[in-house]
């Protein structure tokens, strides 16, 4: 693992995964300050992608990026990179060298704004079986939870768990609610939840332990698509509740 002393603000380290891959950590703290950084290399990646850079993954507090090794070093010299490869002894340490170099100039590299995406929900009843149990852990009403669940904008921090699940950060604290004691074996896709402090929306069937309190008539993960994905990492997602007659006609009219 390499530490890189980008400022005295925070450090990157790098570490690689496998023989294609690098892990970039750009903090340790799950914060605004460094979803910023992830989202700011991404950025800069998807905008100048280096020779062999296949994708990347943005996380909680890291990037992992993929590359081809032996495609990455072959038009070194038309790019004038050729000082950093001569100083790397391998793919996984040019890669290093190039980031390293990115890094040190992130501070002024601003993310892409982030894309506004409104999700309908109908809460409660059948499609949120467990409004009530969040709602006696918080001590407050069914309205009360679902005023509150809805009311401000979610971050989506990450993708990950099952394919186009969202993790969103900004859960206000006061329905933070303890994951189920007893996992369900099946999870609907659409379904909305809690776990902890944070909220998140199934976007296919699955077994799964968060607090189900709405289901959303939208398909978060359309794999027919080119980006089958419909939230991605730097999102920002309201939910906006609708009826039960709404959320059917919603799903027949899809």
Excluded at 17 to 33: F, M, N, P
Excluded at 37 to 42: F, I, K, N, P, W
């Amino acid at each position: 693992m390499s530490i890189v002393p980008v400022n005295p603000s925070f450090e990157v380290k790098l570490s690689p995964l496998g023989d294609t891959a690098i892990i970039v950590e750009l903090g340790s703290v799950i914060d605004q300050k460094t979803h910023e950084r992830v989202q700011a290399l991404s950025s800069y990646l998807r905008r100048e992608p280096f020779p062999g850079f296949i994708e990347l993954v943005p996380a909680f507090v890291t990037l992992t990026i993929f590359y081809d090794p032996m495609k990455l070093l072959a038009p070194v010299a038309e790019n004038n990179w050729n000082s950093l490869a001569e100083a790397a002894a391998s793919p996984y340490e040019w890669v290093c060298e190039l980031l390293m170099d990115i890094v040190s100039k992130l501070e002024g590299e601003q993310a892409a704004a982030p894309r506004i995406v409104t999700l309908p929900v109908c809460y409660g009843g059948e499609l949120g079986p467990d409004l009530a149990a969040v709602a006696a852990h918080s001590g407050l009403s069914e309205k009360e939870v679902i005023a509150l669940h809805a009311a401000q904008p979610y971050l989506v921090h990450m993708v990950g768990f099952a394919p186009g699940f969202p993790y969103l950060g900004g859960l206000p604290e006061q329905i933070a609610t303890p994951r189920r004691s007893t996992p369900r074996l099946r999870i609907e896709p659409g379904s909305v939840g809690i776990g902890g402090k944070q909220t998140g929306v199934y976007p296919i069937v699955s077994p799964g332990g968060w607090q189900i309190i709405g289901r959303t008539p939208l398909v978060l993960f359309r794999p027919s698509h080119e980006q089958p994905s419909l939230l991605q990492a730097g999102d920002q997602v309201y939910f906006k509740p609708i009826s039960y007659e709404a959320f059917i006609a919603w799903e027949e009219q899809a």
